[in-house]
Antibody, heavy 118, light 108 residues
Framework: QVTLKESGPVLVKPTETLTLTCTVS??????????VSWIRQPPGKALEWLAH???????SYSTSLKSRLTISKDTSKSQVVLTMTNMDPVDTATYYC??????????WGQGTMVTVSS | SYVLTQPPSVSVAPGQTARITCGGN??????VHWYQQKPGQAPVLVVY???DRPSGIPERFSGSNSGNTATLTISRVEAGDEADYYC???????????FGGGTKLTVL
């Protein structure tokens, strides 16, 4: 059974850096055609794609947030990490990681809510 | 950047057919995926590659895509189908993912 689980701080202060970890099980991050994205959803709003990392370690980022985001993976630990710098209250959202095997996001984590507040 | 446009809301009576559209420039040339999201839950893939269903998704859910509009069709709508629905494409030319703004389906 394939599962993904997000972890990270519940609360961060403005200007701080957010680090989120997605731990996957039931598949290997080195599997061809497999990739993991981070997607967020502010309360009551739509889904917003942030970043993606492919099995060959290539990365892709949202144009509007590219300067603040870094995605990486540790295949041996089955983890994908997202860092977002200079956090602002507008970044308050539920952050999801999701598995893609061909363009669609087949499996999603449960999400982790992050609040940005002083 | 590529934009996907969905109606904010669609209402339908139980047993009827709901159609949720997703508009985009020449979207018919792309693969469109649809997600269902119920309150407090993560999204669930209900249709991928325009019209395929993942295992476990009822046949009542179907999709089509042509020209500038993709459509998610839910037949014989049930109260349990009430949710937000999102369309999504992967722009392979730039490896960029786009979601639509979401449509709230209300079952009257």
């Amino acid at each position: 059974q394939v599962t993904l689980k997000e972890s990270g701080p519940v609360l961060v202060k403005p200007t701080e850096t957010l680090t989120l970890t997605c731990t996957v099980s039931g598949f290997s991050l080195s599997n061809a055609r497999m990739g993991v994205s981070w997607i967020r959803q502010p309360p009551g709003k739509a889904l917003e794609w942030l970043a993606h990392i492919f099995s060959n370690d290539e990365k892709s980022y949202s144009t509007s947030l590219k300067s603040r985001l870094t995605i990486s993976k540790d295949t041996s630990k089955s983890q994908v990490v997202l860092t977002m710098t200079n956090m602002d209250p507008v970044d308050t959202a539920t952050y999801y990681c999701a598995l893609s095997s061909g363009g669609a996001f087949d499996i999603w984590g449960q999400g982790t809510m992050v609040t940005v507040s002083s | 950047s590529y934009v996907l446009t969905q109606p904010p809301s669609v209402s339908v009576a139980p047993g009827q057919t709901a159609r949720i559209t997703c508009g985009g420039n020449n979207i018919g040339s792309k693969s469109v995926h649809w997600y269902q999201q119920k309150p407090g839950q993560a999204p669930v893939l209900v249709v991928y590659d325009d019209s395929d269903r993942p295992s476990g998704i009822p046949e009542r859910f179907s999709g089509s895509n042509s020209g500038n509009t993709a459509t998610l069709t839910i037949s014989r709508v049930e109260a349990g189908d009430e949710a937000d629905y999102y369309c999504q494409v992967w722009d392979s030319s730039s490896d960029y993912v786009v979601f639509g703004g979401g449509t709230k389906l209300t079952v009257l």
